[in-house]
């Protein structure tokens, strides 16, 4: 059976750090992009960051530029976000997702919230 699992939300203060983890089961992530979204109460589900195949070309949406970062590890066939500086507006379910050939493949999310 083909899963994605994300871990490594929780509840934060604005300025701290999270590193969502996003594990696959059943397949190899090496072979597909990767991306996280995330979808705030009320509103639409947005691309946060991508990774390629390759893992040589990544993307960011301009909110997460030089605060987060997206990594993989081919060994433990998992996917990394990495998010620092973080601030209330990041409050969201975050999913993870892998494309390949357009089959998507996505994980349950999970929750961060940034408050004090």
């Known amino acids: 059976q083909l899963q994605l699992v994300e871990s490594g939300g929780g509840l934060v203060q604005p300025g701290g750090s999270l590193r969502l983890s996003c594990a696959a089961s059943?397949?190899?992530?090496?072979?597909?992009?990767m991306g996280w979204f995330r979808q705030a109460p009320g509103k639409e589900r947005e691309g946060v960051s991508c990774?390629?195949?390759?893992?040589?070309?990544?993307n960011y949406v301009d909110s997460a530029k030089g605060r987060f970062t997206i990594s993989g590890d081919n060994l433990k066939n998992t996917v990394y976000l990495q998010m620092n500086s973080l601030k209330p507006e990041d409050t969201a379910v975050y999913y993870c997702?892998?494309?390949?050939?357009?089959?998507?493949?996505w994980g349950q999310g999970t929750q961060v919230t940034v408050s004090s």
């Open positions: 997702k892998a494309s390949r050939d357009g089959v998507d493949y």
């Open positions: 059943g397949f190899t992530l090496d072979k597909y992009a």
């Open positions: 990774m390629s195949s390759s893992g040589l070309t990544t």
